[in-house]
């Protein structure tokens, strides 16, 4: 066969091409060990940088119009018409406690649900979806007031901030949160 028939010769042509790419070819990339990660809705209650965990933040929203009611406590801010759906909108700095949420252009509601009950619980500021590795998990609390503290569960620190975790759900549970009349 001569040296021209053999460079068209297609297993010859494949040979030379699986030389030519391997030459060129970059590693593979080496695998890299993941861990476990925990996710949560960042926000600030009062000096306290807080994160709720995921699940129990169902939607974000920005000051929806509401509608007072008479007779409530001042932590229960009105009801507002969301997407047909009346939702009760509560102060969660002053449900805990503390004063009143000035709304502003910084200020959210986080709305949560739970057995049945749904509510939009006014924030002075979200700070964005947060990711912690599990590891970095730690049972510390800040000091703070005991009706808060019976909500947190612990805490994450990363970058040198702590994070610590606030449970709606026990919130939602609690005596208080079902009295509203004022």
């Given amino acids: 066969m001569s040296a021209a028939a053999t460079a068209f ?7 030379d091409m699986e030389r030519r790419s391997r030459s060129h070819a970059s590693n593979l990339p080496q695998q890299v060990e993941t861990k476990p990660t925990w996710e949560g809705v960042g926000f600030r209650l009062g000096p306290l940088r807080l994160v709720a965990p995921l699940a129990q933040v169902t939607e974000i929203l920005t000051g929806p119009r509401l509608t007072r009611v008479p007779g409530a406590k001042p932590w229960v801010r009105g009801i507002a018409n969301v997407r047909g759906n009346l939702l009760p909108i509560l102060d969660l700095s002053a449900l805990l406690g503390g004063a009143l949420t000035s709304p502003d ?4 509601i986080l709305v949560a649900q739970h057995q049945g009950h749904m509510a939009g619980f006014l924030v002075g500021e979200v700070l964005g979806l947060k990711h912690f590795y599990l590891e970095e998990f730690r049972r510390e609390l800040p000091k703070a007031d005991e009706m808060v503290v019976r909500l947190l569960e612990g805490s994450y620190n990363h970058d040198g901030e702590q994070w610590t975790v606030f449970n709606f ?7 208080e949160f079902q009295q509203v009349a004022g």
């Fill in 169 to 175: 759900h026990s919130l939602v549970e609690r005596p």
């Fill in 9 to 15: 010769d297609p297993i010859t042509l494949l040979a």
């Fill in 105 to 108: 252009r910084r200020s959210r």
